[in-house]
């Protein structure tokens, strides 16, 4: 069994569109990220949330958005895509926040906006 | 801000060889982690450590928090370990990073040649 698992594993789609990508762990954590790595392969975090907390990288646009229904899940919504949100994006879950916790990732998903 | 800082950048060697691939950082921090991420697209963590050293194979990881910096070795390298590596240190009280107190080195590129 995948332990984290994304879909789609890639998505072309149109500027101005809105997209979500879905992010599920079976690992129990109680801690979901979601990561972007762009062309230059530099990663960098977009958001952290547990069942407490949301926190969000003050850089990431406002047209982002995670959903999580449940602690398993932690969804990525992102409205009117421009070309600049072509990338892949990877989601991870850890046992414990603060980046203090063994982190285990999906495998991405790429996103290219045209 | 934790500044991270990978070297080298790129790094060719032949099947055999001993492998070192150094981090270094600017603040304190909490935990160190070190990923592995294939031509293909995956991120697997290798270690993650606070302190002293970390063996899992043919890989080691040591850390000297005094000096800032950490190391990653791999003895009697193989074509199978052609990846980017990249080290991520978590900065104590997320003063250093993001949502999750991580920050991304730029990653080192290693080609083992058969």
């Known amino acids: 069994d995948t332990a984290v698992s994304q879909t789609p594993k890639y998505l072309v789609t149109q500027m101005g569109n809105d997209k979500s990508i879905k992010c599920e762990q079976n690992l129990g954590h109680d801690t979901m990220y979601w990561y972007k790595q762009d062309s230059k392969k530099f990663l960098k975090i977009m958001f952290s949330?547990?069942?407490?907390?949301?926190?969000i990288n003050e850089t990431v646009p406002n047209r982002f958005s995670p959903k999580s229904p449940d602690k398993a899940h932690l969804n990525l919504h992102i409205n009117s895509l421009e070309l600049g949100d072509s990338a892949v994006y990877f989601c991870?879950?850890?046992?414990?926040?603060?980046?203090?916790?063994?982190?285990?990732f999906g495998e991405g998903s790429r996103l290219t906006v045209l | 801000k934790n500044e991270v800082e990978q070297s080298p950048q790129n790094l060719t060697a032949q099947e055999g060889e001993f492998i070192t691939i150094n981090c270094s950082y600017s603040v304190g921090i909490s935990a160190l982690h070190w990923l592995q991420q294939h031509p293909g697209g995956g991120i697997v963590s290798l270690f993650m450590?606070?302190?002293g050293k970390k063996k899992h194979g043919r890989l080691i990881a040591t850390i000297n928090i005094q000096e800032k910096h950490s190391s990653l070795h791999i003895t009697a390298s193989h074509p199978r370990d052609s990846a980017v590596y990249i080290c991520?240190?978590?900065?104590?009280?997320?003063?250093?990073?993001?949502?999750?107190?991580?920050?991304f080195g730029k990653g080192t590129h290693l080609i083992i040649q058969p």
């Open positions: 450590l606070s302190s």
């Open positions: 949330y547990n069942n407490k907390e949301l926190i």
């Open positions: 991870a879950s850890s046992q414990a926040g603060g980046g203090t916790g063994e982190l285990f």
């Open positions: 991520a240190p978590s900065a104590r009280g997320q003063s250093g990073g993001g949502a999750d107190g991580l920050t």
